[in-house]
């Protein structure tokens, strides 16, 4: 018979499991609507509004949290507005931007070698040194989203022929492992909703002048329901309740399982973008997400 610490242990992982699911759902279904709002609201202002919305949900809670803990914000100004910078300005303008030229599919695939970017991008700088199995995971994974940007084709990639969309999201997946890395580095002792309180307060300001233009250049987007709705979703569940649900799962289960299920937001979006936008999922997407798939499981094998 099992144990009850065993028991536990289990009721641990799987509701780590169904934390890390909602996660990467809100994520996937942000790159599908990313996508199918494009013609309704422009990327800057769906960015813009995004981070504000969000803002408003978390304030009521995040704020007494920042207050609390304003001697750290203070000593580490600084270093707060380039993360937000990194995370809050860029990565979502980017990749919303992107939509304009290519797929959600395409969006969610590239996403998806965000681990071994930022593996890369630590080894790089951080000197981090990790065994060749574990190099070989993550360049394995790096080629899988390599096959996607150029459509599995050898001819794109000696004549660098690339989707301009699929490269804004590359650049994008930089800014996040960026990010990442500089958020390793710095090791900030700051309670996590305080943090993304707080952040969400720093990297407003950097959106609202390209927001600024936008409108100035296209107009303000129509006030109706469904716009409304997607912007409330979007402020809610990709940017709050998914972060702390992961989290959460993290604490329960540890990194490396959790980096896993990011490789469900592929499969997610490709998908629901399939029911909803019509899109098609093509020989090369399979080839490079099983590529990717393949590299991170090699990855997060003990060594």
Not at 108 to 133: C, G
Not at 251 to 260: L, Q, W
Request: aromatic share 16%.
């Amino acid at each position: 018979m099992k144990s009850k610490i065993e028991i536990k242990g289990e009721k641990e992982d799987f509701s780590a499991y169904i934390l890390f699911t909602i996660a990467v759902l809100s994520w996937a279904l942000n790159t599908v609507l990313a996508k199918g709002m494009i013609n309704e609201i422009k990327p800057i202002s769906l960015s813009f509004f995004r981070w504000f919305t969000a803002l408003c949900f978390i304030l009521p809670f995040g704020l007494r949290r920042v207050i609390e803990q304003k001697e750290i914000i203070k000593a580490n100004w600084l270093k707060i507005v380039i993360l937000s910078i990194f995370s809050i300005s860029l990565y979502n303008s980017l990749l919303y931007y992107s939509a304009q030229f290519t797929t959600a599919t395409n969006i969610s695939f590239v996403i998806a070698s965000t681990p071994a970017i930022t593996f890369i991008l630590s080894w790089i700088f951080l000197r981090q040194q990790e065994s060749i199995l574990k190099v070989i995971g993550m360049l394995i994974s790096l080629i899988g989203m390599l096959f996607i940007v150029f459509k599995g084709s050898l001819s794109n990639l000696f004549s660098l022929v690339v989707n301009i969309g699929d490269l804004i999201v590359f650049i994008a997946v930089v800014s996040w492992s960026i990010y990442s890395v500089l958020f390793k580095y710095i090791k900030l002792n700051i309670d996590p909703v305080a943090f993304l309180t707080i952040t969400i307060i720093a990297g407003l300001p950097f959106i609202l002048p390209f927001y600024i233009w936008e409108v100035s250049v296209y107009g303000l987007f129509a006030i109706n329901t469904t716009n409304i709705s997607i912007i409330l979703f979007l402020g809610l569940f990709p940017s709050i309740i998914s972060y702390l649900c992961w989290n959460e799962g993290v604490k329960r289960v540890g990194p490396n399982m959790a980096s896993i299920f990011l490789y469900l937001i592929p499969v997610f979006a490709s998908v629901i973008a399939f029911i909803y936008l019509g899109e098609r999922l093509y020989f090369y997407h399979i080839a490079g997400g099983v590529l990717i798939a393949a590299g991170l499981i090699l990855y997060c094998r003990r060594d």
